[in-house]
């Protein structure tokens, strides 16, 4: 027969295996992608951080990094909160023409 104290170690194992299992599938549906977008319009750093702007208003988005010379946006987001065509959408709001870059469509 098991000692009160082995008892008591099982059943907090088995608690932890229930709880934590659960967390651990769940990680993988809130899993964060990143997109490149590319940005036309943009001619100086007020343009830049309008766009970052946009985009981080978006629920789900974790970064946004806007860069001028590269015409481009690189958005790192949570899977199932938002998606690249709804980050185009931000970025078309704000004023600015904006579409999935080539590479990225091919992988979408």
Not at 63 to 84: D, F, Q
């Amino acid at each position: 027969m098991m000692s009160r104290r082995k008892t008591s170690m099982v059943v907090l194992l088995a608690f932890a295996a229930l709880t934590v299992g659960p967390l651990v599938a769940g990680d993988e549906a809130t899993a964060n992608l990143d997109v490149k977008l590319s940005v036309k319009g943009m001619t100086c750093a007020g343009c830049v951080k309008n766009v970052q702007a946009a985009l981080e208003k978006v629920a789900g988005v974790k970064k946004a990094e806007v860069m001028l010379e590269k015409n481009e946006a690189s958005v790192t987001y949570e899977k199932g909160k938002t998606t690249p065509e709804e980050l185009v959408k931000a970025v078309e709001k704000a004023g600015y023409k904006c579409s999935l870059k080539k590479d990225e469509q091919a992988g979408a």
